[in-house]
T-cell receptor, first 112, second 112 residues
Framework: GESVGLHLPTLSVQEGDNSIINCAYS??????FIWYKQESGKGPQFIID?????DKRQGQRVTVLLNKTVKHLSLQIAATQPGDSAVYFC???????????FGAGTTVTVRA | DAGITQSPRHKVTETGTPVTLRCHQT?????MYWYRQDPGHGLRLIHY???????DKGEVSDGYSVSRSKTEDFLLTLESATSSQTSVYFC???????????FGPGTRLTVL
């Protein structure tokens, strides 16, 4: 089975609000995590990553939080925009592994 | 799409016919991957390659074979397509470090 999963398959957000997308992972050996965004008809695009020696990492309008105690990962999007409508995947791996394991994804819909 | 192209982008074929999908990269990266994406399953690894003529199986490799005779090309073959192989197929490359992968635009395959 999959070692990474998302809590909710869909999320509806009002434009301008903040979005929080959650992900649970089960492999305690994983030490590197990635969030991808996939727009309709396109391949997944890298958003942000975080290593297990960090709890938080910020990018442009996005923040990833990692809680290793409960094996939980979240992606926060500030001031959600219509262009943020997409499917978001978390992925996990170990530093010495060449493969990623993906969760099933959360579909984010931004309401005008 | 990080210098990755996939061909064809769309294909409709009949059960029992052979199908070959091509992934081409312009970056000379060592690692290349083939995934399939189905509703509710996220991305699942079919096969991957860690060099010319060096390939290995992923979690859903049954019914698929791959070849890599040149660094820039990674071919995925369905020897005898079945309806269960109807899916969207993504190729990905991985720079030597860190672990994130970059995806191509995808090929939508329909097996009737």
């Amino acid at each position: 089975g999959e070692s990474v999963g998302l809590h909710l398959p869909t999320l509806s957000v009002q434009e301008g609000d903040n979005s929080i997308i959650n992900c649970a992972y089960s492999n305690s050996a994983s030490d590197y995590f990635i969030w991808y965004k996939q727009e309709s008809g396109k391949g997944p695009q890298f958003i942000i990553d975080i290593r297990s020696n960090m709890d938080k990492r910020q990018g442009q309008r996005v923040t990833v939080l990692l809680n290793k105690t409960v094996k939980h990962l979240s992606l926060q999007i500030a001031a959600t925009q219509p262009g943020d409508s997409a499917v978001y995947f978390c992925a996990e791996t170990r530093s010495n592994d060449y493969k990623l394991s993906f969760g099933a994804g959360t579909t984010v819909t931004v309401r005008a | 799409d990080a210098g990755i192209t996939q061909s064809p982008r769309h294909k409709v074929t009949e059960t029992g016919t052979p199908v070959t999908l091509r992934c081409h990269q312009t970056e000379n990266h060592r690692y290349m991957y083939w995934y399939r994406q189905d509703p509710g399953h996220g991305l699942r690894l079919i096969h991957y390659s860690y060099g010319v003529k060096d390939t290995d199986k992923g979690e859903v490799s049954d019914g698929y074979s791959v070849s890599r005779s040149k660094t820039e090309d990674f071919l995925l073959t369905l020897e005898s397509a079945t309806s269960s192989q109807t899916s969207v197929y993504f190729c990905a490359i991985r720079p030597s470090a860190p672990n994130e992968q970059f995806f191509g635009p995808g090929t939508r395959l329909t097996v009737l």
